[in-house]
Every structure is written in C-alpha cells, then in structure tokens.
C-alpha cells in the first residue's frame, strides 16, 4: 500500500487542524494505522494508533485529550483531529500502516509526511 498524507499547514497555538491519510495505491483494509511526527532535531515519536476496523485505539502521552485518530473504511482514509495545538506540536506529520498493533516505528508502510507548524 502507498500512503498520501494532508492536511498540514500554519496554525496559531490553540487552534486546530484535521490531517487525513489515504491510500494512493492499495487500500487501507485490514492494516492497524498508525500517525507519527518527527520535529527538527528530535527522534521520530508516536501520536496515534487505530486497529482494523477501529474498535482500538492508543495515543502518546503529550497528545492525550487534545488529538483524536478515527478510521472511514468506505473511503479508505485514517484523519488525526489536532485540537489545543502547541508550539511543541510542530513537526512533519507521518501516516503508517502496520500488520498489528502497536503501530510501531518500524511499520512497513509509510507516507512522505505533511508539515504542521504552530505559532505563537
């Protein structure tokens, strides 16, 4: 499966922004996904996790109760609902699809990244 992520883009710290992963080739069926992030200078660290068909889901501890992964098996997206955005949240974003859960780093799948960045 290839992956296509959007969504990226400026925001001011506080407010939100919705990210959508999509298959580009393939389909998302069955695959656990997963969204990570990668901020300059810093290790590639996990977001947000779903299963297949989405009854399960798991999130780093700096985005609990402010980020939210859901799953549209008919469209075949995974979208990440970013909320009470901080400085700290800026990064390139990445999709990942995985056989299992976690979703873990070293998922076989992978999108090229958007950038988010939040400002002050």
């Known amino acids: 499966v290839q992956l296509q992520a959007s969504g990226g883009g400026l925001v001011q710290a506080g407010g939100s922004l919705r990210l959508s992963c999509a298959a580009s080739?393939?389909?998302?069926?069955?695959?656990?996904m997963g969204w990570f992030r990668q901020a300059p200078g810093k290790e590639r660290e996990f977001v947000a996790g779903i299963s297949w068909p989405g009854r399960n889901k798991n999130y780093g501890d700096s985005v609990k109760g402010r980020f939210t992964i859901s799953r549209d098996n008919v469209r075949h997206t995974v979208d990440l609902q970013m909320n009470s955005l901080k400085l700290e949240d800026t990064a390139i974003y990445y999709c990942?699809?995985?056989?299992?859960?976690?979703?873990?780093?070293?998922?076989?799948?992978w999108g090229p990244g958007t950038l988010v960045t939040v400002s002050s």
């Open positions: 080739e393939g389909t998302l069926s069955y695959y656990y």
């Open positions: 990942a699809a995985d056989r299992a859960m976690p979703v873990s780093r070293s998922a076989p799948f």
